[in-house]
């Protein structure tokens, strides 16, 4: 494809040798089982990894709540009739309540079936984890799906492969939080919805077949589940809004001629699902919300709304409170995704913007057939962007770093696909097509396409197996690396969950008896640590210095005032021990002399 055709035109170049991933047309179920292998081999790395991986902050408020949702799902069954009722709702569905329920409900049944009474995990945490980490197969799934259906398959690979392979993701692909989930819902949901407006029925079409009732109902499912996910969804209205507005408007000429021959009117079914259905399954699933709904309701958005400003830092400053640097989001793209995948990313919008515009140019009689009536590109841009634009807002608190914009991320995957596919489709052109090769064509085409792919993303693999598990200490070599960032004065880490890879040191230089000062690790995570035996039983954690045999230190710029008070209450600045990745100072360790009084 030429970088100015439309999504489904060839260009009129000298024919290329068919990509052997973008051809593959025998089998009707290939894009499903690629689709799956892909999500299987990444929840598979994600298992493999999990028990090297702390517990973040809120994972341990997470997992005690899923113990009291637990225990409500045993009662349901049990005697459902109890269960039903308020003072046994309100009882156990408080725990928690700023947030909706349907993950935490998730980590309660998978530590049930998983954990108590078929015993498949060792670890308690790696059942309640497990449903973040399905999520995001799931993720990598629709990714593949979605750029497959409307580039090519070898897009597919290369956009869940880019989506697979960001640091920070990954990280937080291992988590039982909701971050990674509500990413894979807003995906599905516009997935969803592009499948129910007519997008992607037929691979290689030259005109979208209009979309089904069925998907248009399985919008408005998917929708609930992601208002039930996380209050990031109450954001996709934004996408699916002007997007339906766009498309009327480019088409509604056809659309007027087609109703006045049919006598059928011409509605967003999808939209009118999702309207109806979306907030029905938000309350249905949420216990919480079955009693004083409207007073429940109004406190949960409020608690959002005016939620709390915590801290972070920044190109050497700390943020304790609005206004937050507008260029933030994007400098924290550019510092922690791959820098191949951002190049092809670039590549992939430039080439459907210029695509887009042209089109909107041309007059509307000439798009009366239309050659994507689902106006693909102006959904992937919209749900793309409408995750990234309130972080360019002064008062969008920015404490969770890339996380909370992850939704977008599965998007400018799906470009970065485009954009690979535009460089091989030049290189394949330029070099390939013209070189003097003897036997199998198809043969070399195949594996040129696939060490091209291999090379492209041998860095991002490099750098992401690297980051485990500082995953949030990381950033990329064309930022410098980990030291790169530390340099730049940008966030080393953040919830404590580094505390975990202290376990080492720990099990060589402490003893029965002696306690240390966890500083910014939650008392349900150290808890969860030494239940699992990931720090040494008999370390006992306190909450000051003061009583501490050890102190740690989480180097975050706010948090040098603890080093402070180590020092005056030990009466030594001398660390024990410093924890480090790439050179940096990740904890350090500070231990009471014996001669302490």
């Not at 077949?209 to 209205?237: C, D, I, Q, Y």
């Not at 992401?464 to 530390?486: C, D, I, K, N, R």
């Not at 005056?568 to 024990?576: A, N």
């Amino acid at each position: 494809m030429s970088a100015a055709s439309p999504a489904h035109e060839k260009p009129p170049s000298a024919p290329a040798i068919a990509s052997p991933i973008s051809s593959l047309r025998a089998r009707k179920n290939v894009d499903t089982l690629v689709g799956l292998g892909l999500a299987g081999g990444y929840v598979t790395w994600l298992l493999a990894t999990a028990r090297s991986l702390g517990f973040s902050r809120d994972e341990g408020f997470y997992f005690t709540a899923a113990r009291d949702y637990e225990r409500w799902f045993v009662l349901l069954l049990d005697s459902p009739r109890k269960a039903m009722e308020r003072s046994a709702i309100d009882a156990i569905w408080q725990n928690n309540h700023e947030h909706p329920s349907l993950m935490k409900s998730l980590f309660a049944i998978s530590h049930w079936l998983f954990f108590n009474k078929w015993k498949v995990f060792a670890d308690e945490s790696t059942a309640f984890r497990l449903p973040g980490m399905l999520m995001m197969g799931l993720a990598i799934y629709v990714t593949y799906i979605f750029s497959a259906r409307h580039f090519s398959r070898r897009a597919g690979l290369v956009s869940a492969l880019a989506l697979g392979l960001m640091p920070r993701v990954f990280y937080h692909a291992h988590l039982a939080c909701f971050d990674v989930p509500i990413m894979a819902m807003w995906i599905s949901c516009v997935y969803a919805y592009w499948r129910a407006e007519g997008g992607g029925n037929r691979l290689g079409s030259t005109h979208a077949a209009r979309g089904s009732l069925g998907w248009a109902v399985l919008a408005g499912l998917v929708f609930g589940l992601a208002l039930e996910t996380k209050h990031n969804a109450w954001m996709l209205p934004a996408v699916f809004v002007p997007h339906a507005v766009f498309v009327l408007g480019v088409h509604g000429r056809a659309m007027v001629q087609s109703l006045a021959k049919t006598s059928r009117i011409v509605a967003p079914a999808s939209l009118v699902s999702m309207a109806i259905l979306g907030p029905l399954i938000f309350l249905l699933l949420w216990p919480w919300m079955w009693n004083d709904t409207i007073a429940r309701l109004i406190e949960y958005v409020n608690f959002h709304i005016h939620h709390e400003y915590y801290n972070i830092e920044f190109l050497g400053r700390t943020y304790f409170g609005p206004p937050s640097p507008k260029a933030y989001m994007p400098v924290m793209i550019l510092a922690t995704v791959p820098t191949a995948t951002i190049v092809l990313f670039l590549i992939g919008a430039v080439d459907r913007v210029r695509i887009l515009v042209m089109r909107v140019m041309r007059a509307a009689s000439s798009l009366a057939g239309g050659r994507d009536r689902a106006e693909t590109d102006v959904l992937i841009l919209l749900a793309l962007a409408v995750p990234l634009m309130p972080f360019l807002l002064p008062h969008t608190p920015i404490f969770g770093g890339t996380k909370h914009w992850m939704p977008a991320y599965p998007f400018l995957a799906i470009l970065a696909g485009r954009g690979f596919d535009i460089v091989w489709s030049q290189l394949d052109a330029c070099v390939l097509s013209r070189m003097p090769l003897h036997g199998n064509k198809a043969r070399v085409a195949r594996v040129s396409e696939v060490t091209a792919i291999a090379l492209t993303f041998s860095g991002a693999l490099a750098v992401t197996v690297h980051s485990h598990p500082f995953g949030l200490s990381t950033y990329v070599p064309f930022f410098g690396g980990t030291a790169g960032g530390a340099d730049l004065g940008l966030n080393r880490q953040f919830w404590g969950f580094t505390t975990q890879s202290l376990d080492p040191y720990f099990q060589k230089n402490t003893k029965s008896g002696d306690t240390v000062y966890i500083m910014d690790t939650a008392w349900p995570s150290w808890a969860r640590l030494v239940e699992e035996k990931r720090v040494p039983p008999w370390l006992r954690g306190v909450s000051s210095p003061a009583e501490a045999t050890f102190s740690i230190v989480h180097h975050e710029q706010h948090m040098n005032e603890v080093d402070y008070n180590i020092w005056t209450e030990y009466r030594s600045s001398t660390p024990h021990t410093v924890l480090t990745h790439d050179g940096v100072p990740i904890i350090t360790v500070y231990k009471k002399s014996p001669n302490h009084r």
